[in-house]
């Protein structure tokens, strides 16, 4: 088979829509096949990592303070297989050893670049010509378009992407390593079993988390007054509200607000109209931190259960497409898909049953699907450019072109696919229109106003209720505002007389704890929760802090290391999560600087741009890294108290169960260490006697397990 073109795709579902877009597939071998484009060979994500310490120096399998830093010489680093993915590796070789050029067609983002890179060096392959598939759509049609020998790209053009996850995964190696055994090796508690891990984001969220517990436990209440104007405008009746915000001339004195409101009353006002005909475009499709805040906020689930649920619906049920996103556009050529998507939505049935909040159900989707003939395709939503600008490894979340029986999923599983499917949909219905109006009066530059908002075509409202307003404004974190009134129609400059103003005493309340749905938020967009002018103005280049797809991770990390808890779906720092990000204060501060990590981030992007030097990046990192070590490594005396008793959570201890075969009987399985997860959400269990994976014969037949090399 030499002089073969290869393709390297990052995972097997990809792979066979490769070999579909290329034509005439045939499988070689579990992980490889033959197509009229050349031969496919498919990855399983990362197949190499990191080396660990010890296979740079023996010395450092020691978790000594002595022995530290451990950085290897010149900052050259190792790899090495993960385990259980050697046969993917195998594969790779094999074919990639014989080809006359390798197509590298791994995701179309920085991990998928940096994926394809370390394994293409780990084997030595790094010599082969190389070009390059660029597709962040997954569907037949785009990657038919972007596999033609004319678009294909050469490699350098993508290649800044793996550079910018390189130097990222490398800093975080020295960075995270180090600093985690002289964390746990000098000031782990005596009474505390797990290391004291430290990371570039998980630490600077943790701040966040403990800076907004100690807001809370400072903050003390102060009084001020709303003021209110009853208006009377001819026949009409209308309520002004005068509520500005802290800092905006808010009135925190009674006599103040007593004396204006004795003023006011009676007097002549002439009242401002103004009447505005607006359009509102529908939500975003769902991605990854999208679809896990507004499950936390429709359903308290943590972002944890949002990702292994919408899993479960990609990889066991295969209907919704690559969950894992941080795209909200479609490539242009999906749109040639609508057509089936609504045709297969037809057989949903009893839609209206599932509940979405309290009483509040979804609609019937079967009454809401539009005539694929009539419609035409939001140009905001399927453009392949739009993506392509967006850096989006992959294209938003959307039901595929599979039938759905809601009779086969989880009661779980059938509220988070209805929800991408509403999501969807939206996308094919029109703006919504309304008539924005605002009626106000002036006094001595005190403004009171009312709104009120009439909808004239609901056009992708009517697929929403009023639990979807809740979550949005709980999403936009919307304060305490005046209530939309319906409003009369009355002609600017409208003479009326104030018939009664009254001061309402309020009192300031402290901010909220944290959830797992406003933690995302806030790393989403760090302004959010910024109030420091010049970190302000630092994050106008870049506020996220980390990336979408492991926002969730994060929260769980923190969780699982015992530095925060979940109590009713707040998130409250233990003593061990306060005294770690204490300790960071005072001795290494860019560790709890959220706007450094972010602006790190942002420089990283600039370095897939090619607007950043990729050696000046190197240069940066790596002297935080040096700089955040010796700080650590100064420290004379520091004290870390443990997790409380009621802190700690549940004890992680396996439960052997004596193991009790499926009713129906079951398939014995050889499940390879990579597919582990892909059987366990097909139903598998593990049979801890004879350390081998079984699944129901109901489930599966075995021509399809022989196929997945799970039977020999």
């Not at 010509?129 to 037949?140: C, D, F, H, T």
């Amino acid at each position: 088979m030499s002089g073969e073109r290869v393709w390297l795709a990052e995972k097997p579902s990809f792979a066979k829509e490769l070999a579909k877009a290329l034509g005439n597939s045939q499988r070689l071998e579990r992980y490889a096949w033959m197509t009229n484009g050349g031969i496919i060979v498919a990855a399983a994500g990362h197949l190499v990592e990191l080396a660990e310490p010890h296979h740079y120096r023996e010395e450092w399998k020691e978790w000594k303070p002595e022995l530290l830093p451990m950085i290897p010489d010149n900052w050259e680093f190792m790899y090495t297989p993960i385990k259980g993915k050697e046969e993917q590796l195998k594969t790779i070789k094999k074919y990639g050893s014989q080809a006359k050029e390798i197509i590298i067609a791994t995701d179309a983002g920085r991990e998928g670049e940096y994926i394809a890179w370390a394994i293409i060096q780990y084997l030595g392959l790094q010599d082969k010509p190389k070009r390059r598939l660029w597709s962040s759509g997954a569907n037949v049609a785009s990657i038919m378009k972007a596999a033609k020998d004319a678009a294909l790209l050469n490699y350098s053009e993508k290649f800044p992407l793996a550079e910018a996850a390189r130097i990222r995964a490398e800093s975080d190696w020295v960075e995270g390593l180090n600093l985690t055994r002289l964390m746990t090796t000098r000031f782990r508690p005596s009474n505390h079993e797990p290391p004291i891990s430290v990371g570039r984001v998980q630490t600077a969220t943790l701040a966040i988390i403990v800076r907004r517990q100690r807001e809370i436990e400072n903050f003390k209440p102060e009084k001020f007054y709303d003021l209110v104007a009853d208006v009377k405008a001819g026949s009409h009746k209308i309520r002004l509200y005068h509520s500005p915000k802290d800092g905006e001339g808010r009135i925190k004195d009674a006599a103040e607000a007593r004396r204006i409101t004795e003023e006011i009353e009676q007097q002549t006002a002439l009242l401002s109209v103004e009447s505005k005909g607006k359009k509102e475009a529908p939500p975003s499709l769902f991605e990854s931190s999208s679809l896990q805040i507004r499950s936390y906020n429709l359903w308290g689930w943590s972002a944890t259960k949002t990702e292994e649920i919408a899993q479960s619906l990609y990889d066991r049920h295969k209907l919704i497409s690559y969950p894992r996103t941080d795209g909200v556009h479609l490539e242009t050529e999906q749109w040639g898909d609508v057509g089936q998507i609504l045709n297969h939505l037809k057989g949903l049935s009893n839609t209206n049953l599932v509940p979405l909040k309290g009483s509040e159900t979804f609609p019937d989707l079967t009454k809401f699907l539009p005539d694929y003939n009539k419609l035409t395709p939001r140009d905001t939503v399927f453009n392949s450019e739009l993506l392509e600008k967006s850096g989006a490894d992959h294209h938003g979340i959307i039901p595929t072109t599979e039938a759905a029986d809601l009779s086969q999923l989880t009661d779980d599983e059938r509220k988070l696919y209805l929800l991408i499917v509403r999501q969807f949909l939206a996308q094919l219905y029109p703006d919504c229109k309304y008539i924005q109006k605002s009626i106000s009066w002036t006094h001595k530059n005190r403004r009171f106003s009312a709104s009120g908002r009439t909808i004239i075509e609901e056009g992708w409202r009517v697929l929403f209720g009023t639990a979807d307003d809740q979550a949005n404004s709980v999403e936009k974190e919307n304060e305490e505002s005046q209530a939309e009134q319906i409003l009369p129609d009355i002609p600017d400059q409208t003479r009326s007389i104030i018939e009664r103003a009254v001061a309402l005493e309020k009192t300031t309340i402290a901010p909220p704890q944290f959830t797992e749905g406003s933690i995302i938020s806030a790393m989403r967009d760090l302004t959010k929760i910024t109030k420091d002018p010049a970190d302000l103005k630092d994050l106008k280049h870049g506020s996220i802090l980390g990336t979408k797809s492991t926002w969730g991770d994060t929260v769980k990390k923190l969780k699982d290391r015992l530095y925060i808890v979940s109590g009713k779906g707040r998130l409250v720092p233990t003593n061990l999560g306060r005294d770690l990000i204490q300790l960071c204060e005072e001795h290494v501060p860019t560790l709890v600087h959220p706007t450094s990590t972010a602006m790190l981030e942002q420089m990283l992007n600039d370095v897939e741009k090619k607007v950043w030097p990729t050696t000046k990046a190197r240069e940066i990192l790596q002297g935080r890294n040096i700089d955040a070590i010796k700080r650590c490594l100064d420290i004379k005396d520091a004290q870390l108290r443990a997790p409380e008793a009621g802190q700690r959570g549940a004890s992680k201890k396996p439960v052997n169960k004596e193991w009790k075969d499926f009713d129906e009987g079951s398939w014995e399985l050889d499940v390879p260490y990579d597919d582990k997860e892909q059987a366990k959400s097909l139903g598998a269990r593990f049979n801890g006697e004879t350390r081998k994976w079984h699944i129901s014969k109901k489930v599966a037949s075995e021509d399809d397990l022989k196929k997945r090399g799970w039977i020999k």
